[in-house]
């Protein structure tokens, strides 16, 4: 069965900071999809990055940044020079490519705080 | 281009009435999802359609909740009778390509049954 992890409920960071975010997933599949969404206070789900589970490279992309490591089955995700505007719930999800299914588990979120 | 659209955008019932959400994919996508989101249970994957073709409904929680994909552009999510448990933000997702793609989020509708 496939489950997301994320251990940390809450954050709370002070504006410059960096700050990571952990999630930890789990399958039997050795062909899957990992997914960060972001959650603002207006409500929506916004999504920042996929990967494959073929594709171990850290991904960088402004101040954000990804870590993908199969060997602790983690996808941990980092803000650098955190900004008030990155106050959100951020999620992390799986999607098992086997068997064509298509179903994204998501962890329960993560709510980060960034006070000016 | 316009994202999934979701209306109402707020709905508030009183318990038994019935309750029809709406929602329209992005256009060209052929997978539609519908999820519930509580402070309890999270976000929980309640149906989704492949080329309006219902394929796993495992997470609707009782018969009290239907969904219909009439065509490529329009799907529907009904709760009859409703009941103040069902209270929830309910979220459409589509998604294009072969999968497993990310999922587009509608904005969400927040349901309150009293």
């Known amino acids: 069965a496939q489950k997301v992890t994320q251990a940390q409920t809450e954050i709370s960071v002070v504006e410059k900071e960096d700050v990571t975010l952990d999630c930890v997933y789990e399958t039997r599949d050795t062909t899957y999809y990992l997914f960060w969404y972001k959650q603002p206070p207006s409500g929506e789900l916004v999504f920042l990055i996929r990967r494959n589970s073929f594709d171990e490279q850290n991904e960088i992309s402004g101040r954000y940044s990804w870590n993908f490591q199969k060997s602790t089955s983690s996808f941990n995700f980092t803000i650098t020079a955190s900004q008030v505007v990155d106050s959100a719930v951020y999620f992390c999800?799986?999607?098992?490519?086997?068997?064509?299914?298509?179903?994204?588990?998501f962890g329960k979120g993560t709510k980060l705080t960034v006070n000016p | 281009d316009a994202g999934v659209i979701q209306s109402p955008r707020h709905e508030v019932t009183e318990m038994g009435q019935e309750v029809t959400l709406r929602c329209k994919p992005i256009s060209g996508h052929n997978s539609l999802f519908w999820y519930r989101q509580t402070m309890m249970r999270g976000l929980e994957l309640l149906i989704y359609?492949?080329?309006?073709?219902?394929?796993?409904d495992s997470g609707m929680p009782e018969d009290r909740f239907s969904a219909k994909m009439p065509n490529a552009s329009f799907s529907t999510l009904k709760i009859q009778p409703s009941e103040p448990r069902d209270s929830a933000v309910y979220f459409c997702?589509?998604?294009?390509?072969?999968?497993?793609?990310?999922?587009?989020f509608g904005p969400g509708t927040r349901l309150t049954v009293t």
């Open positions: 997702a589509s998604r294009g390509g072969s999968p497993p793609y990310e999922q587009y």
């Open positions: 359609f492949n080329n309006n073709v219902p394929i796993d």
């Open positions: 999800a799986l999607s098992e490519a086997w068997g064509g299914s298509e179903k994204l588990v």
